[in-house]
């Protein structure tokens, strides 16, 4: 069987966190092992700590993170780094990182160890945008090339509660553009139930539409 | 016939005779500056910023755009300006206390970053405005508001020597020198080479001057110059610490 | 060169992100920057847009460094920023003080964390007195405290506006969860909505020959007398008396003789959410939210503080908004509560339930 192991980077405010943890969960409910590894030392441990409870409770296998009384150091200077991350490669079943924004956190990756040779590994970045950053075909040329070795896109244009379907279907437009550009495929446009069932199976792009929840409105940020 | 004293063109006239005691140094370490903004002619565009202590009082000396700012202090504002505004030539004047002690990180955060500001720093070996207390510079030995039995090195330290400090710290490209008052041409011309690193953009650029505080020292106009030319120049010596080995124009 | 933004866009952004893109747009030319949490990615996004745009960046050697550097680059001339928290906020009264002493235009913007000491990276309210009143000397600064990503756009914009016409220090107080968490806002070219950008203009180094052609810029914040001080400090209180009128800012909506809810920043949010829940409910509560902390908008304050019976100041610290508003409303009447919970978020549930007790023991 095939294992996936996928990494999620992108921009500040893209949804890689929402989109990663969703993409767990998906993987889970089709009964398989899945591992969520936090990669965040930009904003370290904000993101999965708070959820990690409810992830295991819906089935995620694992979820390599710090818990809160498991943190070393105090104030500003956390150890950042979570050992069992860097060896989360061995193990069995799909392994979802959830990376820290930016080029910067991006290269997080490389602590992971054999990251650089396996073969299952794929780096798929999310694009929202309603961010500047990304906001136009340029834009996204621009910060996919800068990252390193991303091989495809998730479109996840969304404004937070005001989200509306034309505000998905114009971001699609853009990042199909920009994905043709990059020969770089888009594995899916993500939004939230009622806003993917209005879209349909396919945007306007011809992405596949992929539905998710809204889970990271529990965290720290 | 009566002599007419020669002040520097960049001098306010306005604003003298000025403000420092007899006999203190800073008249004359002004003088070598003023004589070497003179000769390089760039009184238009150069900022001068004082610090506290007995430098403030600098403040209206120039005919020349002056900011006043806090203990220190003089050092990150001259560098702000300067980042702000690269066609300005920037000069920041302070004493011992403020550029060794007080705002000893920034004098020595703006050396080993090579920003392109010229620092002219006043060592007098204690601080004066407010009333002769120990300073960095103060020698061993040296009785002072606050080492009223000398300064002993077991309790109170040892002196900084600035220059030596600030000549290891700096990247080629940066001039070192330290002058005194008691040769005020030679000061000079340490103050115009400062300046034209600054100009050709080589780097940062420091003079220490070792100035005489007859009032502090308490000492006649005798023992003012026999302490500062016998026992200060004696513990810190005078000459230039380091010149560019490089010319920006080559490098180019 | 780009522009900045054109036009109009709704967007989607971190808070940090926000506010390093409001100074773009008001024409910021320089930050100088020290790193401190949780104001970092101000200073990241910063030095990865500023050149774009032909700005500037220098990360000083500590928090002195960079505000008085940056009255440098304001003496130069330019609009200049900086931005701290916390113990860096400490740090920055020094050059602040003299920024309130020369009147210098420099924005800050400080986001709020844990305190007292190095306490917490996340959240707080505790930089109030600090920021309002910090340094040795007068408080002649403008404070705004704001609640949104919008705001603190639009404000931020605005610091840099107010700080050049009135020549007073400008902060722009947000804190922790603002710089992180992530709301839609609209982002514009102040220009396109009728903003009138203020023009600069050098302290140091301006054109001509000083003494010649011009008289020099001599600048100084020492003098010799009290008299001297005395005549100073008074032309610097009348400009900021007279500035009070215009700049402070405030939003209420009374509920006549019931209880008036109080809060600032972000908690200002959670009390008028709980204030329409309750007034939905029957309960006669209203509410009211300074935005500008410094100047207070004294009159209306109190003006409003004598339409209700009781208040309820809430903040994530132990009383630094209850202090300057008691201040400010010495003499009324209304008896005045306080929900605080320093360095803690609030939630408009927890002030519903202490303003629901407040309203009982009223009718008892």
């Excluded at chain 3, 396109?192 to 011009?214: V, W």
């Amino acid at each position: 069987m095939r294992r996936y192991v996928e990494a999620y980077v992108g921009e500040g405010t893209s949804g890689k966190s929402e989109v990663a943890v969703n993409r767990a969960l998906e993987l889970t409910t089709r009964g398989r092992r899945v591992t969520m590894v936090d990669l965040d030392i930009v904003k370290p441990c904000y993101t999965l700590r708070p959820i990690q409870g409810s992830l295991l409770a819906m089935g995620v296998a694992e979820v390599v993170t710090w818990a809160s009384r498991d943190q070393v150091g105090m104030g500003e200077t956390p150890v950042l780094w979570n050992p069992a991350a860097s060896w989360v490669l061995q193990r069995s079943g799909d392994i979802v990182f959830d990376v820290g924004y930016g080029v910067e956190g991006a290269k997080a990756l490389a602590l992971v160890e054999g990251s650089e040779v396996e073969a299952d590994l794929r780096v798929i970045m999310v694009i929202n945008t309603t961010n500047p950053l990304t906001a136009t075909v340029s834009d996204i040329v621009e910060v996919v090339s800068s990252f390193p070795a991303v091989h495809a896109l998730v479109h996840n244009t969304h404004l937070g509660d005001e989200t509306t379907a034309e505000i998905i279907q114009d971001g699609a437009r853009i990042v199909g553009e920009a994905a043709s550009v990059l020969h770089m495929p888009v594995v899916a446009t993500t939004a939230v139930a009622e806003l993917a069932a209005a879209i349909g199976e396919v945007d306007c792009a011809g992405h596949q539409v992929r539905a998710i929840r809204r889970l990271m409105t529990d965290t720290f940020w | 016939m009566a002599v007419e004293p020669v002040m520097p063109k960049s001098w306010r006239l306005e604003s003298k005779p000025h403000k420092f005691c007899p006999g203190c140094g800073h008249g004359i370490a002004l003088k070598a500056l003023g004589l070497a903004i003179d000769e390089l002619g760039i009184q238009d565009r150069t900022v001068f910023g004082c610090d506290i202590g007995c430098s403030l009082l600098a403040w209206d000396f120039f005919n020349m755009d002056t900011v006043q700012t806090h203990h220190g202090r003089t050092t990150p504002v001259i560098y702000g300006v300067k980042r702000a505004n690269p066609e300005l030539i920037c000069i920041a004047y302070m004493g011992d206390g403020g550029g060794y002690a007080i705002g000893a990180q920034h004098l020595v955060n703006a050396a080993a970053r090579n920003e392109l500001i010229t620092v002219v720093l006043v060592n007098n070996t204690q601080y004066a405005m407010t009333g002769g207390q120990m300073a960095p510079t103060t020698l061993p030995g040296q009785k002072t508001e606050t080492t009223p039995y000398g300064r002993d090195v077991l309790t109170a330290g040892y002196p900084m020597r600035g220059p030596e400090m600030i000549a290891e710290i700096t990247p080629d490209g940066a001039y070192v020198a330290r002058g005194t008052v008691a040769r005020s041409r030679q000061l000079g011309n340490m103050l115009v080479r400062a300046l034209e690193n600054q100009l050709s953009g080589r780097g940062f650029s420091f003079v220490e001057v070792l100035a005489t505080c007859p009032t502090n020292w308490r000492t006649n106009a005798q023992q003012t110059w026999s302490f500062l030319e016998n026992t200060v120049e004696n513990y810190y010596p005078v000459g230039e610490l380091k010149i560019p080995l490089s010319d920006p124009e080559e490098e180019m | 060169m780009e522009k900045v933004v054109t036009g109009e866009k709704r967007v989607f952004m971190t808070g940090n992100e926000v506010v390093c893109r409001a100074a773009l747009a008001a024409g910021a030319e320089i930050m100088y920057g020290y790193p401190i949490t949780p104001q970092n990615e101000i200073m990241h996004y910063w030095t990865r847009l500023a050149p774009r745009f032909g700005r500037r960046f220098l990360q000083t050697e500590d928090e002195l460094s960079a505000g008085f550097a940056t009255l440098g680059g304001v003496l130069a001339g330019r609009k200049a920023f900086t931005a701290t928290a916390g113990p860096g906020n400490v740090l920055m009264q020094e050059p602040l003080a003299m920024a309130e002493m020369m009147r210098l235009p420099v924005v800050s913007i400080v986001v709020q964390r844990g305190g007292p000491s190095t306490a917490t990276v996340i959240y707080s309210q505790q930089e109030v007195t600090l920021t309002t009143f910090g340094g040795n000397g007068e408080g002649l600064r403008f404070v705004y405290s704001t609640a949104s990503h919008q705001e603190l756009y639009d404000y931020t914009i605005k610091a840099f506006n107010l700080a050049w016409r009135y020549r007073f220090p400008v902060f722009v107080l947000a804190d922790g969860y603002q710089g992180k968490m992530r709301e839609p806002l609209t982002i514009y070219d102040p220009e396109s909505r009728g903003i009138h950008m203020e023009e600069t203009d050098a302290y140091l180094g301006r054109h001509g020959i000083p003494g010649l052609d011009r008289p020099p810029g001599h600048f100084r914040n020492t003098y010799n007398t009290e008299e001297e001080l005395y005549a100073v400090m008074q032309g610097h209180i009348a400009a900021f008396e007279q500035a009070a009128e215009e700049v402070s800012e405030y939003e209420t909506e009374p509920a006549d003789g019931g209880l008036l809810i109080t809060g600032h920043g972000i908690v200002a949010r959670a009390v008028q959410q709980a204030a329409v829940q309750l007034r939905s409910a029957g309960f006669p509560v209203g509410y009211f939210r300074p935005i500008t902390l410094r100047p207070l908008p004294v009159g209306a304050l109190r003006d409003t503080a004598a339409r209700h019976r009781q208040i309820l100041v809430v903040e994530s610290a132990y009383g630094q908004l209850g202090r300057l508003l008691r201040d400010a409303i010495y003499g009324c009447p209304a008896e005045v509560h306080a929900l605080c919970k320093p360095g803690m978020g609030v939630t408009a549930e927890e002030i519903a339930v202490r303003a629901k007790q407040l309203c009982a023991a009223r009718e008892d």
